[in-house]
């Protein structure tokens, strides 16, 4: 089954960190470029960052660049977004995607909030 898994979110205070991972299984995970998407109440979906099949290139959206970092271990199926300085703004659902195939995973909550 193609299938994408996140876990790691939760509820933190503004200038905390949390780290969300991205587990893949059922296709070729090292031959694909990763996405991080994430939806905030009430808005559409938004991009935060896209990674290289190899891991040596990274784009970021301008609002999380220099917080965020995407990272993957090939060898582990697995792709993380380690988030510094979160804002009550970075709250949403934070999504991992594959493009080929197209799948998303089931999204995990990130709260930030004093």
């Known amino acids: 089954e193609v299938q994408l898994v996140e876990s790691g979110g939760g509820m933190v205070q503004p200038g905390g960190s949390l780290l969300l991972s991205c587990t893949a299984s059922g296709f070729n995970f090292g031959a694909n470029v990763m996405t991080w998407v994430r939806q905030a109440p009430g808005k559409g979906p938004e991009w935060v960052g896209t990674?290289?099949?190899?891991?040596?290139?990274?784009n970021y959206a301008d609002s999380v660049k220099g917080r965020f970092t995407m990272s993957r271990d090939n060898g582990k199926n697995s792709f993380d977004l380690q988030m510094n300085n979160l804002q009550p703004e970075d709250t949403a659902v934070y999504f991992c995607?594959?493009?080929?195939?197209?799948?998303w995973g089931q999204g995990t909550q990130v709260t930030v909030s004093s």
């Open positions: 995607r594959a493009l080929t195939p197209d799948v």
């Open positions: 990674i290289g099949a190899d891991g040596d290139l990274a």
